[in-house]
T-cell receptor, first 116, second 113 residues
Framework: DGGITQSPKYLFRKEGQNVTLSCEQN?????MYWYRQDPGQGLRLIYY???????QKGDIAEGYSVSREKKESFPLTVTSAQKNPTAFYLC???????????????FGAGSRLTVL | SQQGEEDPQALSIQEGENATMNCSYK?????LQWYRQNSGRGLVHLIL?????REKHSGRLRVTLDTSKKSSSLLITASRAADTASYFC?????????????FGTGTRLQVTL
């Protein structure tokens, strides 16, 4: 089945450690995204990538880094510079489904990061 | 930044009733989308309405868009317990290839038997 796989589902980290969240898609989508969701909040965009080897900062990129070496993969590293990393992280991909300018996102199941 | 603001923040109805949730946004948009999120899960796309459309239907869903008031509404008719979830509107600032969807804070819908 086509979809987006995020791993791990749950992750615990000590303060000062970097952690990497995995996101893999087999939908052949060009664009991929990382969002952060805090309790009772909407989603905030961290980074997005339109094509391989290219990515742009979203609204809250500080303390995060990404890479896009393969079309299928868009890992997110939460660095020690991120002051409040405990959150639910969602990866998504997209393809225009209704002509140009109408990208619909397909989401993974999410990764919940807790800093101890 | 949060572009959309949903209203109400929480809604509790009985099965069979209709549920209406509203979304307001601040800047011009290319399209507006509604997503659903079950607790602790990823979001699922429900419906997209373009800026030149006023109303759209999909099964039990009806979406309206008023660009002059910068607002949208999602109506779920004949609600079911399985409709219990959070619903988010998202406005689309299309940048060429990728969409920069900006999500609102969501409406938590509880449908009771």
């Amino acid at each position: 089945d086509g979809g987006i796989t995020q791993s791990p589902k749950y992750l615990f980290r000590k303060e000062g450690q970097n952690v990497t969240l995995s996101c893999e898609q087999n939908l052949n989508h060009d664009a991929m995204y990382w969002y952060r969701q805090d309790p009772g909040q909407g989603l905030r965009l961290i980074y997005y990538s339109q094509i391989v080897n290219d990515f742009q900062k979203g609204d809250i990129a500080e303390g995060y880094s990404v890479s896009r070496e393969k079309k299928e993969s868009f890992p997110l590293t939460v660095t020690s510079a991120q002051k409040n990393p405990t959150a639910f992280y969602l990866c998504a991909s997209s393809i225009p489904v209704a002509g140009p300018g109408a990208n619909v996102l397909t989401f993974g199941a999410g990764s919940r990061l807790t800093v101890l | 930044s949060q572009q959309g603001e949903e209203d109400p923040q929480a809604l509790s109805i009985q099965e069979g009733e209709n549920a209406t949730m509203n979304c307001s946004y601040k800047t011009s948009i290319n399209n507006l989308q509604w997503y659903r999120q079950n607790s602790g899960r990823g979001l699922v796309h429900l419906i997209l309405i373009r800026s030149n459309e006023r109303e759209k239907h999909s099964g039990r869903l009806r979406v309206t868009l008023d660009t002059s008031k910068k607002s949208s509404s999602l109506l779920i008719t004949a609600s079911r317990a399985a409709d219990t979830a959070s619903y988010f509107c998202a406005t689309d600032a299309y940048t060429g290839t990728a969409s920069k969807l900006t999500f609102g804070t969501g409406t938590r819908l509880q449908v009771t038997l």
